[in-house]
């Protein structure tokens, strides 16, 4: 199995940026395909991007043109770097990883999560 552990959250100005990680500890990264999801306040889980395994991407419509997936395999982590940001982007953001053909755009897909980082986006 593998733990994963996210960072880089924190408070934000309106229209200003985030890098978060997510950091994978066991072997094998290399074959898991990745997902953020997040949480708002009130609100129930939605994902955000996801990667394949094979680098395939695909973006929920509120991250398209403004957050970007990646992930560095020999660092065994996956980012997400988010731009523009704005207050509806508030929430707990997960990870997740999962052995998956393709993207996996379902949270049920997914056999491990990590704790989760907060991004709060107001001024």
């Known amino acids: 199995q593998v733990q994963l552990v996210e960072s880089g959250g924190g408070l934000v100005q309106p229209g200003g940026s985030l890098r978060l990680s997510c950091v994978a500890y066991?072997?094998?990264?290399?074959?898991?395909?990745i997902g953020w999801f997040r949480q708002a306040p009130g609100k129930e889980r939605e994902g955000v991007a996801y990667i394949s395994s094979s680098d395939g991407l695909w973006y929920e419509a509120p991250a398209k043109g403004r957050f970007t997936i990646a992930r560095h395999n020999a660092k065994n982590t996956a980012y997400l770097q988010m731009n523009r940001l704005e207050p509806e982007d508030t929430g707990v953001y997960y990870c997740a990883a999962g052995i998956i053909d393709g993207v996996g755009r379902s949270a049920e897909e997914y056999d491990y999560w990590g704790q989760g980082t907060q991004v709060t986006v107001s001024s």
């Open positions: 066991g072997s094998g990264f290399n074959r898991y395909a």
